[in-house]
């Protein structure tokens, strides 16, 4: 099953703008998020 690419792109702009803005997740697991 493959999502679309704007959904991905959603996804990814959406859970990097969480992590910048509350800083839940260390830097260590940030990366796995290709940061």
Same mark, same amino acid.
């Given at each position: 099953? %493959? =999502? $679309?690419s704007w @959904?991905?792109d959603?996804? @990814?702009r959406?859970?990097? #703008? *969480?992590?910048? $803005? #509350? %800083?839940? =997740?260390?830097?260590d697991?940030q990366?796995? *998020?290709?940061a």
């Amino acid at each position: 099953m %493959q =999502l $679309s690419s704007w @959904y991905i792109d959603w996804v @990814y702009r959406t859970v990097h #703008e *969480f992590i910048d $803005s #509350e %800083q839940v =997740l260390g830097n260590d697991q940030q990366a796995g *998020f290709g940061a």
